[in-house]
């Protein structure tokens, strides 16, 4: 019998029973899950049969959940949130609908039902069940934490707060900063009782930074925040100045009754920090690029389907709007793929089997099904997704917020390793092109070309080439002087065009190299075209640099991003008649040479010349950011001081880590040169080859003068016109790329739509000059 072929799950069994494996269908869906007792998978009902056939498995339990009526409205007061979370205590209430859960036994093909409290069910079936019903599904496990603020952390100084015997007693209301008149965003100093503003804005508004100049003098660490003291002791803000952090004062309680304080009868009249940051929501860029306050008409149905933000997910989310709004990717993933056909095809587990799991999220987000009506556009969630996606990567696979960008690059490379074996299946290819580099020695007038494949534009952000400068100059002006007054004033954000950006990528770049034509180091120009244009384009605009503290800052600028781009003019030639090629490079003579400007970054943090050239060069002059990371992971090198020598690079090659490289899948040349680059040492040269991509494609292409042939062109990448239309674009709202928040808006049927996570809506005022990356396909 059929039901004495269940099994029985163990500690490790992975046991899914909130969402089916191939659909978004729950127990709430119509037809309910079922669990297949032997693989504990969960299908939907049209799905379980699909299962039955595949795999013979015909024992389910059948989970239902039905929506409970009722007519009781809850009258219960709703706190204001103090953390960006949702559902725990001091986040955002939720008043989840209630249901009834159905349990059943049900057996394939037939769908015989049998009640859990049936005579016919062994012994064995039972104690299955119960161990399912009792287990944390794997869904659960696997889905990240909500989104909410760090947690923070004890203040290391207030065990031992020294606090004086000054007599100060602070009274219940009135207070006053005691350098100025200001009487908000007043902070009390716990170890003197003195009364003082808090820091200025950038704006002009906030306080006059008093605290902080005392602080500045006396070193007393802690102050907490009048106007946020409450009986609940928990919701005080305390800031540490020493540890520059809002902080929690175990003794706060003791701290305050020193200076007469009775904190049960005191009320809330001021923003906790928290609050503050819940209260970005309703800054301009958080108005502008959600367009709040705007009356959004809702869309629903086909194309329409929102994400649900599994916390800090909207940069996946945002992503994957865009890519599944590309012809390529619907075609591959719901147009010519059928979700059967794609279980079909899948291992055992189709939850570990990324083309499964990317048709399930094609038909999820195309078919419309569960965005049928604007009141039941809930949005899907990608769990089973992104965990498969994340697994094995430090960053993807953790709750925390990631660079758009950088879950761009890292998709289309999982998805391109899932298409090897048919390359000319693999939909990344739409967004690939050829970049052309050409050479030119200045000592010589003798030219390299070198192609590489890409899968985006990087542009930097002229400042200088702003249309606005005299207004940024006096605005710039007035709040470096500490704000007119303290009157509010109106931001000035320079405005950049983007035909600005893309010249300036295409413009000539003089470096540094070792010209085999005069045998010497000497200066050269650097060109950069492409030698064939994708089918989308996508530009990834680099408002995240490093400032003269190291620390990542973002440019507030405006981009002029007109709705039709034509980049003809960017396409490369190859060798030209009257070029004359550079010699062959001798590897024995040829060395790589640190770019100056890299190394006087390094220099100006405080690290010797010496370390400076090696990070430079190790990292193949990439930037100051990778050179700064390499330098911090190689300070313990015993050779760390030792100065970069070419010839002994050549030298510590061993054709034995050679070998070990070339079994790891690298080419001869290649592997030889990652271990010239990295001193010989065979891990640093895998890591190398890893991370330096761009160079290794270089390699692999090295054209000398000559245009690739298009037989050679890798994968027979699409090329075709320069002229492209706008389809797309992800903005992102906050100081980093690890916080805030991504929204796209994407063309769709001649007309803007907004997808902010879960909601999807006509879009009244698409914020075109607001974005990170963006999207144009070729007319």
């Known amino acids: 019998m059929a039901l004495s072929n269940v099994g029985m799950p163990q500690a490790s069994t992975r046991i899914y029973k909130e969402e089916c494996c191939l659909t978004f269908d729950t127990p709430k869906s119509d037809g309910g899950l079922f669990v297949d007792l032997t693989s504990f998978l969960a299908f939907g009902r049209e799905q379980a049969m699909w299962n039955f056939k595949k795999t013979g498995s015909s024992v389910y339990l059948h989970i239902k959940h039905t929506l409970k009526e009722s007519d009781e409205e809850d009258d219960r007061p709703h706190k204001k949130p103090t953390l960006l979370a949702i559902g725990v205590e001091g986040g955002f209430e939720t008043k989840e609908p209630e249901y009834d859960e159905t349990l059943s036994i049900v057996i394939l093909p037939d769908y015989q039902t049998l009640p859990l409290s049936s005579a016919e069910l062994p012994e064995k079936v039972r104690l299955c069940v119960d161990a399912v019903v009792q287990s944390v599904g794997a869904e659960r496990k696997e889905q990240v934490s909500a989104w909410t603020a760090d947690k923070k952390q004890l203040s290391i100084y207030a065990q031992s707060l020294q606090q004086l015997n000054n007599g100060v007693r602070v009274p219940p209301s009135g207070w006053k900063c005691q350098r100025c008149d200001k009487q908000e965003n007043l902070w009390l100093n716990l170890t003197d009782g003195s009364i003082l503003c808090g820091r200025r804005n950038f704006d002009g508004t906030g306080g006059n930074n008093h605290a902080l100049e005392h602080y500045a003098n006396v070193k007393y660490p802690l102050a907490v925040k009048l106007g946020t003291i409450t009986a609940d002791l928990e919701t005080a803000d305390v800031f540490s100045y020493a540890e520059d952090d809002t902080v929690t004062d175990p003794l706060l309680a003791q701290h305050l009754a020193h200076f007469g304080i009775n904190f049960a009868a005191l009320k809330k009249t001021e923003m906790t920090t928290a609050e503050r940051e819940l209260d970005q929501n309703v800054n301009f860029d958080w108005n502008r690029i959600q367009e709040k306050g705007k009356e959004l008409e809702p869309l629903f149905g086909p194309g329409f389907t929102g994400l649900v933000n599994l916390g800090n997910s909207c940069y996946l989310a945002s992503v994957l709007q865009i890519i599944f709004a590309t012809r390529d990717f619907q075609l591959r993933y719901y147009g010519n793929l059928k979700l059967d056909d794609a279980f079909q095809l899948a291992a055992a587990d189709p939850t570990q089997d990324l083309n499964t799991q990317l048709s399930k999220l094609g038909h999820g987000l195309l078919s419309g099904k569960y965005s049928e009506q604007p009141e039941f556009q809930k949005g899907i969630p990608p769990r089973m997704f992104k965990s498969l996606i994340g697994a094995g990567h430090p960053e993807f696979a953790s709750s925390r917020q990631q660079d758009a960008f950088e879950f761009f690059q890292y998709f289309l490379e999982q998805v391109e390793r899932e298409n090897v074996a048919n390359p000319n299946e693999d939909p990344s290819r739409c967004f690939k092109f050829l970049v052309e580099e050409r050479i030119v020695c200045c000592s010589s007038g003798k030219v390299k070309y070198t192609k590489r494949v890409d899968n985006a534009l990087s542009l930097t952000l002229p400042l200088d080439a702003a249309t606005n400068r005299d207004e940024v100059a006096a605005y710039e002006k007035i709040t470096s002087e500490g704000g007119n007054s303290g009157e509010k004033i109106e931001v000035v954000r320079p405005r950049i065009p983007l035909s600005a950006c893309l010249d300036r990528f295409a413009a000539p770049?003089?470096?540094?190299?070792?010209?085999?034509?005069?045998?010497?180091?000497?200066?050269?120009?650097?060109?950069?075209?492409?030698?064939?244009?994708?089918?989308?384009?996508?530009?990834?605009?680099?408002?995240?640099?490093?400032?003269?503290?190291?620390?990542?800052?973002?440019?507030?600028?405006?981009?002029?991003?007109?709705?039709?781009?034509d980049i003809s003019h960017m396409r490369g030639k190859g060798l030209q008649p009257g070029e004359e090629l550079l010699p062959e490079a001798d590897d024995e003579a040829e060395g790589p040479v640190a770019d100056e400007a890299i190394v006087s970054q390094l220099m100006d943090m405080g690290f010797p010349r010496v370390r400076c050239e090696k990070a430079a060069i190790f990292t193949s002059n990439h930037g100051a950011e990778p050179a700064m990371e390499w330098l911090l992971s190689h300070m313990d090198d015993p050779d760390i001081d030792v100065p970069y020598s070419h010839s002994s690079s050549n030298a510590n090659v061993d054709e034995n880590a050679v070998q070990a490289l070339v079994a790891l899948g690298f080419s001869a040349d290649l592997a030889r040169k990652a271990l010239r680059a990295t001193g010989g040492r065979t891990e640093d040269a895998a890591e190398w080859i890893f991370s330096n991509s761009d160079d290794a494609n270089a390699m692999e292409l090295d054209v000398g003068g000559s245009s690739t042939p298009s037989s050679s062109v890798p994968h027979d990448l699409p090329d075709g016109s320069g002229k492209y239309k706008l389809m797309g674009f992800v903005s992102h709202m906050g100081s980093s790329t690890l916080c805030g928040h991504y929204v796209a808006h994407i063309l769709k049927e001649g007309r803007w739509v907004i997808f902010n996570d879960a909601k999807v809506a006509l879009s009244g005022d698409p914020p075109k000059d607001m974005g990170y990356l963006y999207v144009f396909q070729r007319v």
């Open 509 to 565: 770049d003089e470096v540094e190299f070792y010209s085999t034509a005069v045998n010497a180091r000497t200066t050269a120009l650097k060109m950069t075209s492409l030698a064939t244009f994708p089918t989308y384009l996508l530009l990834h605009m680099r408002k995240f640099q490093l400032d003269a503290s190291w620390v990542p800052k973002k440019l507030d600028v405006f981009l002029d991003v007109p709705d039709t781009i």
